[in-house]
């Protein structure tokens, strides 16, 4: 199990002797075969990132100097009352916005120095998104959903469909194929859109909100299989305002007035279980 | 009180000897609130005081057996339909922190809500990876219904849906203290002697201006709205 020397930017917990020391991952066989080797690039690195919406009195400071590295394999929340940027930060991780100021780097291209053309082509290569809406194509079904981005990425048709099949099988929905988004249940959707998201060599997945609509068992079921693809190599950044599903993230970062107020790292299984989890 | 209905509970099942209901209390509700095999005797000599378990002599290896009797039986069925009370509600270490905190001059309550959602984030972080752990072992094996493992999500789920609740309220009370705050500050001028000729000095009045812009509802949509309007359409 290889070691998570985390980023120095980190704020660490002293109460918790986990917090900043290597994170004994749980005995499950998927999270000790995929912990992050940490001794790789983040997928994203977000440095002193700031936004500022308007001029002059109606100035609006978005995000103030916001620094955060997702690594593979983690799952990060970003939590916040409404207004307080995590949909910016999204946004602008997303290479849909600019910042005002800092650096975005994806893949170790940096956003802010890029042509548009090659974001365009990284937002479309190398990140996924995933919506409270699902935002699938009616018209579609759930293969051809998948295969869509493949599909724009150039790869044939016969191959964009060989490989949706081979994505939804793996996230376990291949049952879904042939359906059509009005077919399935929202939870079952937005499986679908994660499969989506992260279909072809995509690592990032950003999710804004994508289990709004959904019930807390179908919630908990989405982020399941969000959290399995983390553990699976991934990086995802999590938007919620509801804490059970900040839960399943590695780390939960809370944001207040555009700036991170906090953060939380997971300790492990064990320290909790020989603690007396209700005492 | 639980442990006591909890044995009887087992008990109902067949005789047991009491290692045996330590071992069996604690794998229903997988550890979570472990016994220590004195209180479970402790307990058990008290179920036996009150008619309710009745010493059933040994099994081949010579544990001391115990039985569940009529009155034991009523007593659980009385226990389970009955809804646990909550006229006396517990005493909430948190709630009387909050309910101390708000009007005390010299603590930002704004902080204390925060360092205590942090932690209880992080508690339920730590459940929802059991969780995931249970969910993912009894995915291996579909179809199987074993009362432990199904106890023991529920279990789970219980200590993620109070915390939860917790972080709740946690969000609901910062949103009206913020909400608030104008007429705190106004109701409360003398209490921190302020500097008027240099306000930067002083940490409370920057802390108010960022109080006074959170709510505003029309920036926060106007930001809302520029970002939808970001958003490539699939």
Not at chain 2, 209 to 234: E, F, M, W
Request: hydrophobic fraction near 40%; aromatic fraction near 4%.
């Amino acid at each position: 199990m290889s070691s998570q020397p985390t980023p120095p930017a980190e704020p660490r917990d002293p109460s918790h002797p986990a917090a900043g020391g290597p994170s004994t991952t749980g005995p499950t066989a998927s999270t000790a075969s995929t912990a992050p080797d940490r001794a790789v690039e983040p997928v994203l690195s977000l440095q002193e990132l700031t936004r500022v919406h308007g001029t002059g009195a109606a100035q609006v400071h978005a995000l103030r100097g916001i620094d955060l590295d997702v690594y593979p394999g983690e799952l990060v929340a970003v939590m916040g009352p409404s207004g307080s940027g995590k949909s910016t930060l999204l946004t602008i991780a997303g290479g849909l916005d600019l910042p005002t100021s800092g650096r975005v780097v994806v893949e170790g291209t940096d956003l802010t120095m890029a042509r548009r053309k090659d974001i365009a082509a990284l937002r479309r290569r190398s990140i996924g998104y995933v919506f409270q809406d699902y935002n699938l194509i009616p018209a579609l079904t759930a293969a051809e959903n998948v295969a869509l981005p493949r599909e724009l990425d150039g790869v044939s048709s016969r191959r964009g469909r060989k490989e949706a099949l081979a994505a939804l099988e793996e996230f376990g929905l291949q049952e879904l194929a042939d359906r059509f988004p009005d077919e399935m249940s929202g939870g079952q959707q937005q499986r679908v859109a994660i499969a989506r998201a992260l279909v072809g060599d995509r690592r990032l997945v950003l999710a804004d909100e994508p289990t709004g609509a959904l019930d807390s068992e179908t919630g908990d079921a989405v982020l399941a299989l969000l959290r399995s693809r983390c553990d699976a190599g991934a990086a995802g950044i999590l938007v919620t305002h509801e804490p059970r599903f900040a839960a399943w993230a590695d780390r939960v970062v809370f944001l207040r007035d555009g700036s991170v107020v906090d953060m939380t790292l997971r300790s492990s299984a064990e320290s909790l279980l020989a603690g007396g989890a209700a005492q | 009180m639980s442990i006591r209905h909890g044995l009887l509970a087992l008990l109902e099942r067949g005789p047991r000897y009491g290692y045996q209901l330590r071992t069996e209390f604690e794998s229903r509700t997988g550890s979570t609130w472990p016994l220590n095999v004195g209180q479970v005797y402790t307990t058990v000599a008290r179920l036996e005081r009150d008619g309710l378990v009745v010493p059933a002599g040994e099994d081949e290896a010579g544990h001391a057996l115990y039985a569940i009797t009529e009155d034991g039986r009523d007593e659980l069925r009385q226990w389970f339909t009955t809804p646990v009370d909550r006229a006396n509600p517990p005493r909430n270490e948190l709630a009387i922190k909050l309910a101390m905190a708000v009007g005390s001059p010299e603590v930002d309550v704004r902080a204390v809500i925060q360092a205590q959602r942090a932690h209880t984030i992080r508690a339920m972080q730590d459940y929802t990876r059991l969780k995931g752990q249970a969910l993912e072992a009894a995915s291996r094996r579909p179809g199987v219904f074993d009362p432990d493992d199904v106890a023991w999500q529920l279990v789970i789920d219980q200590l993620i849906f109070q915390a939860e609740a917790e972080a709740r309220w946690l969000d609901h009370c910062e949103t009206r203290l913020v909400r608030l705050a104008p007429q705190a500050a106004a109701a409360a001028p003398a209490v921190v002697p302020a500097d008027p000729t240099d306000p930067a000095e002083s940490a409370e009045p920057a802390e108010s201006a960022d109080r006074g812009q959170q709510p505003g509802a029309a920036q926060d949509g106007g930001l809302r709205g520029a970002i939808r309007r970001t958003r490539p359409r699939r």
